[in-house]
Nanobody, 122 residues
Framework: QVQLVESGGGTVQAGDSLRLSCAASGRSLVLYTMGWFRQAPGKEREFVAAIYVGATSTAYADSVKGRFTISRDSRDSSKHTVYLQKNSLKPEDTAVYYC????????????WGQGTQVTVSS
């Protein structure tokens, strides 16, 4: 059973930086696309960023382009870590951030973490 565990959330000031981590265990995820999503209070969950198999390409929501960077570390085949470096944070970035995985070629993210809260104060 694959587990995704997010960490690194917290409360910061606008303009600060924060790095979220997503640690995967239970199975190698080298053939999975990894993504970050977020859900703000009263809003739908939205896509933030994704990194594809082999880290060959990435994708970002327009709202975070140029400020967030997604990366992955799969050097240890028994673990797999995905990061989301967040710079120039804004109050509208406040949300619960979720890590997710989907097998390459599939449409839906099938594996989800429990989420980590990020609060940006103005």
């Amino acid at each position: 059973q694959v587990q995704l565990v997010e960490s690194g959330g917290g409360t910061v000031q606008a303009g600060d930086s924060l790095r979220l981590s997503c640690a995967a265990s239970g199975r190698s995820l080298v053939l999975y696309t990894m993504g970050w999503f977020r859900q703000a209070p009263g809003k739908e969950r939205e896509f933030v960023a994704a990194i594809y198999v082999g880290a060959t390409s990435t994708a970002y929501a327009d709202s975070v382009k140029g400020r967030f960077t997604i990366s992955r570390d799969s050097r240890d085949s028994s673990k797999h870590t995905v990061y989301l470096q967040k710079n120039s944070l804004k109050p509208e970035d406040t949300a619960v951030y979720y890590c997710a995985a989907k097998y390459r070629g599939t449409q839906e993210y099938s594996i989800w973490g429990q989420g980590t809260q990020v609060t940006v104060s103005s």
